[in-house]
């Protein structure tokens, strides 16, 4: 129980403290309003044609998914370092609960994003949904994971120099299963139909991030 | 940490009672080493105190101080030598030590958007006291617990530091320049606060360029210029 009251505190925390200073949610939110305004501009309803829509337009919305969350995520632990707060985390929370804590934050503030930016790019895009319920699926495992993905490279990217290079170079070879997966779920969710066994390979891939983050994190986070 | 809610908390000229973890305990360090990159800081140091009992370390800047300190509380890991901390006859492993010590350092800091109370209600949390001790030590070290920390003065900050560090009641206070940028009234509150954590049967290292004129029989020099200090 312990455990779990201390990821509570490291999630209310970290929510606490970014409605605050709102870092990472004005970053996360311009870039994805921004590139979703761009795209649709550029392409709008009738810029794919009918036959590819169902194939190209959910790679755009991971596209945009993923590059947000490389611009906000990062900051979790960056800013635990460089505000000098990592120690007194260090010494008083059990490394395993201060990881759980974050992704838990961070897979919140991807599914609060995902909620403002898929209505709009539906919408945008003219792009209609066959099963709402699988889309759903694909956003939540999908936040699941780069959520996780990102929290753990951030960890490892806040204890190095040169860390604005670093995330995208670690995080983006982890991320590509995940995102081929989710991309394959939404396009089910548009088309209507699903090769078998998508989700539950997403669910794997993500329980896997989750197994080795909780293994990992303490190796990392300790000195 | 448990402060009497009976008894004087009129802020810090008259400081508040303290009552250190209690218990039969011994801290030793030996042959302690480290090195950033070839500038080699420590240098097979070696100390050791007692319940009750204190440790100073004097050393001019530079003279790794407060790694040694940080690599007693865990926080960096030294190359080479040995920390043991043992509690009524049982040794704690690296995670007890880390959560049993005290720890006031210049590089210790705290989340500027959230109040001094917040925060210390998150540490708490994280710590699992099962009572919140934070809002009465932050009062008795006239720390305004709902002012941001980004903006406490350094002296406030101090105040909070030492608020954060006898939260739970620590058998060892781990402190590193502990008086800085304290006025008169938080300096003799802060030094009460050690005496009577002594009293109690903890233990204190103390490490300050400065001869703060603490009475202790353990005394520790560091020098960058000789190696194999010990007390």
Same mark, same amino acid.
């Given at each position: ?27 996360? #939110? ?57 120690? #007194? ?70 204890? #190095? ?27 089910? #969710? ?34 | ?231």
């Amino acid at each position: 129980m312990w455990w779990f009251r201390q990821v509570r505190a490291v999630f209310v925390k970290d929510w606490r403290t970014e409605l605050r200073t709102r870092h990472a949610l004005h970053t996360i #939110a311009l870039f994805a309003v921004s590139t979703l305004l761009t795209v649709s501009l550029a392409l709008g309803p009738a810029g794919v044609s009918a036959e590819t829509r169902t194939s190209t337009l959910p790679v755009i919305l991971w596209i945009i998914l993923l590059f947000a969350a490389a611009a906000g995520l990062p900051r979790c632990f960056v800013a635990e370092e460089e505000g000098h707060t990592a120690a #007194a985390l260090r010494l008083t929370a059990a490394p395993s609960a201060v990881f759980a804590g974050k992704c838990a934050f961070a897979v919140a503030l991807l599914v609060g994003l995902e909620l403002l930016l898929t209505p709009l790019f539906l919408a945008l895009m003219g792009l209609e949904i066959a099963d709402a319920a699988m889309l759903v699926t694909a956003l939540v495992l999908g936040a699941l994971g780069l959520g996780t993905a990102s929290v753990l490279v951030a960890a490892m990217v806040a204890q #190095a120099r040169g860390r604005g290079a670093l995330f995208p170079v670690l995080s983006f070879p982890l991320l590509i299963p995940l995102l081929l997966l989710a991309v394959e779920l939404t396009r089910g #969710a548009v088309a209507g139909s699903l090769p078998p066994g998508v989700a539950e390979q997403l669910l794997l891939y993500d329980a896997s991030l989750i197994v080795a983050g909780l293994m990992l994190f303490p190796v990392i986070w300790n000195p | 940490m448990i402060l009497p809610r009976e008894g004087n908390c009129s802020r810090t000229s008259q400081p508040a009672r303290y009552t250190a973890a209690v218990s039969t305990s011994s801290f030793r360090f030996d042959q302690l080493t480290y090195s950033y990159g070839p500038r080699r800081v420590l240098d097979r140091v070696a100390g050791t105190t007692e319940s009750g009992e204190m440790l100073l370390i004097e050393g001019s800047n530079g003279s790794g101080k407060s790694t040694l300190i940080r690599c007693l509380a865990g926080l960096q890991r030294p190359q080479a030598g040995s920390i043991q901390w043992i509690d009524q006859g049982r040794e704690l492993d690296d995670v007890a030590r880390r959560r049993g010590v005290g720890w006031v350092g210049p590089d210790l800091s705290f989340y500027e958007a959230l109040s001094a109370a917040e925060n210390l209600d998150f540490f708490a949390r994280l710590r699992g006291l099962a009572e919140d001790p934070a809002v009465e030590i932050l009062e008795r070290l006239g720390v305004p617990p709902q002012r941001l920390v980004g903006a406490l003065s350094s002296g406030m900050l101090q105040r909070l530091r030492w608020s954060f560090a006898l939260q739970h009641r620590p058998g060892m206070l781990l402190l590193d320049e502990p008086f800085q940028n304290l006025d008169s009234a938080g300096e003799d509150a802060t030094r009460a606060l050690l005496r009577q954590h002594l009293e109690a049967g903890g233990m204190a290292i103390v490490a300050s360029p400065i001869d703060l004129g603490l009475a202790s029989g353990r005394r520790l020099v560091l020098d960058p210029t000789r190696s194999g200090g010990g007390a």
